[in-house]
């Protein structure tokens, strides 16, 4: 007479599922949940570069749906596809933190060349816009 109550657990799904190929390692297509173009291209782009990759591409199903999916074929026959996206989101990360590091280093650099004004002077005094 004491029984538990059904759990219902309402976790999100996966950020991304693998659908592999049964008879080829080498080859999947991997669906990128809440991801589009920003994430797809870049991915694309850095796999594309690497020497080992066969054949890479993605798609948005429908604009409506929030997912990619992103077919990869690795050429080599040791290289699993999932490893070979693994290599391309790290070599992805690589790049954009160097993007970042050389940024900020930039706007520093920047910052420190432009000539330092305090009080009611340093505002911005532009000329107002008629709207005629």
Known sequence: ANRAAPSLSMQPPPPMTMIPDP????????????????????????LIKHPK??????????PSEAKMHFRLQSSDPE???KDLLHEGVDSLKEMLHHIDSEFTKELARFQAAQPTQTGPASQSQSAPIDKE
């Open 23 to 46: 008879a080829d390692a080498r080859n999947a297509t991997f669906v990128f949940l809440q991801e589009d173009h920003t994430l797809g291209n870049a991915l694309r782009y850095m």
């Open 53 to 62: 990759t066969h054949f890479c591409g993605y798609s948005i199903p429908h």
């Open 79 to 81: 290289l699993s596809a």
